[in-house]
């Protein structure tokens, strides 16, 4: 065990964590994380529901049915992360040693500059701080101070802004933000008792550039689609950060001897979901938005995963209530099949009792949308081993799994879904008490990556995933969604796409 200094104690403390706590991380970093067991991907008829065209329907009436009853919806976007990395290839061409478009990336951005939703805002920052437009600094051979106007301070900021404060889309009336777009989203399938709840997570430094957008256009979209909006924001708790660790695991300190502690990772943000206040919580990343032309599908597949989501609760709500009352032998049946079946959990070796089923019942359960597997980066859909034996539904990042063993890197590599992180989430029990959030995570779960911090190597622990590790406790239940409804800005270039023009 590391010796902590009292100056250590006392800084650990202002944070709101534990010396336990950090002692733990430390742990984490010598031991490293166990690769999870997997049972197979997931496939459709294996773990994934595909609604046809009347179930689809059916879905949609049930979550317009459950809005009507007026439950709480919330829509939560996590939205802290910088667009620093979007703009990676532009920022290179920057402070490459060559002044004209050179690479592929570089070549297409200023072909089709026009296109860009901040191309007018860029092009007013160009002609005050150099005197002339983009279309004449072009011609001039200055494609530099364009791509500088656009990442810099003194220009637009965009290397620095988060992504939801980027122009992204143009409109008759005006580009919009993809925080506008989660608004109007909002009002679109999340709005009942005619408000809509919207909550976004920032980072400290952008919070009152948020909230001062949000008072700029909430009120027009309210006007607009005849409904209140009622948004409200939370940051990332200090409590949630990890201490960082030399490549030989002790605590990496600063120049002043203080400990250095980084971000937790979006799992951090369960504390946040946590406080969030509601029966059923739509939870999507903020850079998957599309121009309103395209918004019907979006809207169509989130009110049929939703109308998924509490048609399943509603009958493990009414199975709950006969645990209560003492089911018979025939029921005790029915609830077995639809703990195997619906919510596709297999006991292993369990005994399969009422205690076992209430256990498997009255968790916090959410229906994730994926799509077909088209090559983009990042998690998929498994059946996985749990902690206690079982086997359920997870959604599992790259990292997780043993890249040695061949049998699993076969089913990750041929895994037919992808999780585009379109998550519909049911939070309280059969007795409408909140669930507590935390007590389902899977601790045994996180990612251990290599940082630097002024030219030093250093180890950086990631608390379990949001929609991984941290909900891994929860009832999971996965419908295949068109690929039409997954659009990620990764890259500046991704908004030249057809689907974000």
Known sequence: MIMLTQQDLKQIAQRGISEEQINTQLKQFETGFPFLKLEAAAAVGRGIVAPNEAERRQYVDAWQQYKAEGHRVVKFVPASGA??????????????????????????????????????????????????????????????????????????????????????????????TPMEEHLVEGALYAASNGEAHVHFTVSHEHMGFFKQKVAEKADGFAKKYGIKYDISFSEQKPSTDTVAANPDNTPFREADGSLLFRPGGHGALIENLNEIDADVIFI??????????????????????????????????????????????????????????????????????????????????????????????????????????????QILESSQIDTNNAEYMKMFTQGTHFNPVDLVCAVRDYKGQPFNLPEFVDKTTGFISSKSKGGKELKALELPGLWNGAMSDWSTVFVEVPLGTFNPVKTVNDLLREQHQ
């Open 284 to 393: 999507k990343n903020i850079d998957n938005v599309v121009p309103d032309r395209l918004k019907p599908e979006t809207t169509e597949w989130k009110q049929v995963i939703a109308g998924v989501l509490v048609t399943l609760q509603q009958k493990a709500f009414g199975y709950l209530r006969l645990l209560d009352e003492g089911a018979t032998d025939e029921q005790l049946k029915e609830i077995v099949q639809f703990v195997e079946q619906c919510l596709c959990t297999d006991p292993k070796g369990s005994k399969v009792d009422a205690d076992y089923l209430r256990r498997k019942l009255n968790r916090p359960m959410r229906v994730c949308g994926v799509v077909k597997n088209v090559g983009e980066p990042g998690g998929g859909p498994f059946l996985t081993y749990n902690q206690d034996g079982t086997v359920s539904l």
């Open 83 to 176: 667009a620093s990395r979007m703009f990676k290839n532009m920022f290179a061409f920057v402070d490459a040693d060559y002044d004209v478009p050179t690479t592929d990336f570089e070549k297409k951005y200023f072909a089709e500059i026009e296109k860009f939703a901040f191309y007018d805002a860029l092009d007013a920052v160009c002609q005050r701080n150099e005197g002339k437009g983009i279309k004449a600094l072009i011609s001039e051979g200055k494609y530099k101070a364009v791509a500088a106007n656009m990442l810099k301070a003194e220009g637009l900021n965009y290397g620095q802004l988060p992504k939801g404060m980027l122009l992204f889309h143009k409109y008759d009336e005006g580009a919009r």
